[in-house]
């Protein structure tokens, strides 16, 4: 298993171009799983989810080819409808086929995805958005089965205890493009992923109204066709490099990406101490050497996003003063706090809320990637930190951002990839 050793301390300066998002071109590879037609679907990051969605999507019949950043899809066979538990584990996002299987073959099985270390996964929304349009489904030995001959449309409230949810909305979305009938679902997720998808569906030959919205209506087609379509920029790697920019007291460009889908970051960063200023294809963020203390919240888009949580909390470990952090996404999601803790941070978690009293500084330390994006906030710790961190476990941060050594040392960090003998 790899490790990262990161030497702290300097600025980072120069021009990033994010990649595609991550969490936009999973829904939209598995939606692939719908169209009768050819997907040639380009700006897809070449992430280790990317290559597991694509193996499920050839064990379920459709063939599909991955170079220079682009997928081609082809569907050789719609017969098979189990997404088997060795793969599904290695991604919890592996649920989204589930909505298009069912609505494209009448049938889906797929093991149900557990876990993981930001907290529960639950899917019910998800199975009460397919049984509202007609859908028999049970869960047993660990996956749902889920069987429709033709599913109807209805008017669905898909909103939950923490909000609305991104992969249900897309599960929901996607079946209900094949649905008979119109489908209202209120409560929807109104993330740029979500409205990705949307557009997607509507290269196909979907009937969606409402994108971007938290009410979507479809008017369902008897059938999809193929598509040319590219992925939207991945807004969280954006804010994982401007995190570092005002962490540092640098200035970093960060090209190809959409500051309108950073609005509450920009106000959050802006409040911190960073000076972002939209650019013609994407944002400029300084960092100013000085960090304010802020009280962050997350919330389902356009709220803070989650993804963030574990990287503000970085900046506000050195701000000059106490600072709140209070999770209302996933209330547990806090993995990052002790070994940030190691690091010399002053963070105290009280259930979903932490503490953070402003450090002097950090200092390195050998500490260990958990999730994803956990794991890239033990990055931006070690830029800053004083000495040496080695990070262990870097197989988590390969999951969400391509070649985070090259982009972070093209900027000026000093980031080395080791094998770590296991
Ligand atoms: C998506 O996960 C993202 N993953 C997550 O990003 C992101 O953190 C999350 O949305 C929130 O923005 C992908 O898009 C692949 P949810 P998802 O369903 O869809 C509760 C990353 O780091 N809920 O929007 O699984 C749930 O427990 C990943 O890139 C139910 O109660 O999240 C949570 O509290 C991590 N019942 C809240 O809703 C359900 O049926 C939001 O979950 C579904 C969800």
Redesign the pocket.
Known sequence: MDKLIIEGGTRLEGTVKVSGS??AA??ILAATLMSEGDCTISNVPPLR?MFTICRILNELGVETHYEGGTVSSRLVSDKFCVAPYDLVRTM??S??VLGPLLARRGRAKVSL?GG?V???????????GLAALGAKIKIEHGYVVAEADRLRGTEIYLG???????????NILCAATLAEGTTIIEGA?C?P?VADLAAFLNAMGAQIRGVGTHRLEVEGVTSLGGCEYAVIPDR?EAGTFATAAILTGGRVQIANCRAEDLSAVIDVFTQIGGKITPTDNGICVEGSGRIATADVTTH??PGF???LQAQVMVLLSLAGGISVVTEK???DRFMHVAELNRMGAKIRKEGSIAIVVGAERLTGAPVMAS???ASAALVLAGLVAEGTTQISRVYHIDR?YEKIEEKFNALGARMTRVDEPT
């Open positions: 991550k969490n999973l829904p989810d919890r996002a649920i989204c995805p993981c930001i907290g529960s996964r639950p899917i019910d929304l998800h199975i009460k939950g205890p923490h909000g609305s949810t991104v992969t249900g909305t897309a997720a993330e992923e969280i389902a888009y996003p989650t993804d996404i996933y209330p999730d994803l994006r969400g």
